[in-house]
């Protein structure tokens, strides 16, 4: 199963978080359609690849999803958007879906995140709780693309970095210009974009 | 500084959710709490920095107050980190519940440093005066520590942010990745010494203000220059040379040290009414 339960630090129980990565996607525009009927089977954040940097750039936009749904303070109808507007260095959230959501006829490469309620979740939206296996089989059925690993390596084989530069304010930045190395350069641009994203609308 | 009973106070919420390890509360201050965690993975240290309620402020008052404070902080690092002025890079932030994640930054304040070499020598010279000249390859280090430090500030100032409470405890001295290990000497200090080689490191702007303006930076260097005296009185004289390195760092340095001249005269308060 490619379907990744992850153990981010400062997660409650209460919820499980898990990730997949699907390379060549070919329905996106499907899955597009259901994210806007609001289909509850498809509550998913479909990221596009293209604008992920790494596993911790992904990782910061889940944590502070989460903690904004702890919090009871959600901006968009669940976590799973909320999730999507966290990789955002602003409060545009109409901006945030066409930049890091799936876009129909674009998006070829899909990270999907599932944030499921456990049993002691206060969550009234969780009637059933969705097992690993149940997420999977769904998740394989709907999207068609190949299961591909959510490592670093792979990942960075799908980013985009002029439109990740443009995202992230990246371009022109002193700090960036005078690092040479380039894996050195990647590395100091994750943590701008991560720091850019923790400081939202501020 | 370090207290490791962490338990006295109670952890702010962010911090009650599991992780691979209890957090530890690292320090206090007048306003917040620093603890040690981790962030998203166990082995990626943080600093978390937490301004909890205030009992004796109004709630409305106190919530906008945290709010604010955590806010600039936030905004006066992100500013720094962009300009390449060597501060921690913010993780996470929770503005409204008062608490902000950051790099940790590993190493030891130059204060520890600098007084280790000093405290070490003093040790063997016994009770000499302030003015005993140090031994010559301890007076290189400590005058190339100094020039990092001022050129640190210089470029500090530079970007437009004063960080309000410059001290040597607010510096930390970071070892290099690349060539640690090498040049530590045969003699006794070696380690000293090699602490002493580490990349300086702004920390804690909890009081730091976006200001442009030549009295500002100069009170800055005035409360580090008095900081400086106080707690390292044996290398008072190398202050000097902070200032000489800031002067290169920074294009407009020589009009703010004409300022400084002014505030060592009259101390950091510009009016002596109220």
Redesign the interface.
């Known amino acids: 199963m490619a379907l990744e339960r992850l153990d981010?630090?400062?997660?409650?129980?209460s919820y499980q978080i898990y990730t997949a990565f699907f390379r060549d996607v070919s329905n996106a525009d499907f899955l597009y359609a259901q994210l806007l009927s609001r289909n509850s089977e498809f509550e998913y954040a479909f990221i596009d690849a293209s604008s992920v940097i790494s596993r911790?750039h992904l990782?910061?936009a889940i944590?502070?999803a989460v903690?904004v749904l702890l919090?009871g303070n959600l901006r968009t109808p669940n976590v799973h958007s909320e999730i999507v507007v966290s990789l955002n260095i602003n409060n545009n959230i109409a901006d945030a879906y066409r930049r890091w959501g799936i876009t129909p006829s674009k998006t070829k490469d899909l990270v999907v995140v599932k944030v499921v309620p456990t049993s002691n979740a206060q969550d009234e939206s969780s009637t059933t709780i969705q097992t690993q296996q149940a997420v999977w089989e769904h998740l394989s059925q709907q999207v068609q693309g190949t299961p591909t690993p959510l490592t670093d390596d792979e990942l960075a084989k799908t980013t985009d970095w002029p439109k990740v530069r443009k995202y992230y304010r990246l371009n022109g930045?002193?700090?960036l210009d005078?690092v040479a190395d380039e894996q050195d350069k990647r590395k100091q641009s994750e943590?701008?974009a991560?720091?850019?994203m923790?400081?939202r609308g501020? | 500084m370090a207290a490791t009973d962490g338990q006295q106070f109670p952890p702010p919420k962010v911090l009650t959710y599991p992780a691979s390890a209890p957090p530890l509360l690292v320090t206090q201050g007048a306003e917040g709490r620093l603890y040690k965690t981790t962030h998203l993975a166990p082995n990626r240290p943080c600093a978390l920095k937490y301004r909890p309620p205030k009992p004796y402020r109004h709630p409305i008052l106190d919530a906008r107050l945290t709010k604010a404070r955590i806010s600039s902080e936030a905004k006066v690092l992100e500013r720094c980190w962009r300009e390449g002025v060597p501060v921690p890079a913010v993780y996470a932030m929770d503005p409204a519940a008062g608490w902000m994640m950051m790099e940790w930054i590993e190493g030891i304040p130059a204060r520890v440093g600098i007084n280790k070499l000093l405290g070490d020598r003093r040790e063997e010279e016994e009770e000499e005066d302030a003015e005993a000249p140090l031994p010559e390859t301890c007076e290189t280090l400590l005058a190339d520590l100094m020039r990092r430090i001022g050129a640190a500030i210089g470029a500090l100032h530079k970007t437009g942010v004063v960080h309000g409470d410059l001290t040597t405890s607010n510096m930390m001295l970071r070892p290099r990745r690349r060539g640690y290990g090498n040049g530590s000497g045969a003699d006794g200090d070696g380690d000293d010494a090699e602490v002493l080689k580490g990349d300086v490191v702004l920390i804690d702007f909890g009081l730091a203000t976006q200001s442009m303006s030549d009295e500002d930076r100069a009170v800055d260097l005035y409360v580090l220059e008095r900081a400086f005296a106080s707690t390292h009185p044996r290398a008072e004289r190398l202050f000097a040379t902070v200032l000489e390195a800031y002067k290169e760092t920074f294009k407009k340095a020589s009009s703010v040290l004409v300022k400084l001249e002014d505030v060592r005269m009259r101390g950091r308060k510009r009016s002596m009414l109220g």
């Open positions: 981010l630090e400062h997660i409650p129980p911790l990782f910061s944590y502070s903690n919090d930045v002193p700090a005078r943590k701008l991560i720091m850019g923790a400081l501020l």
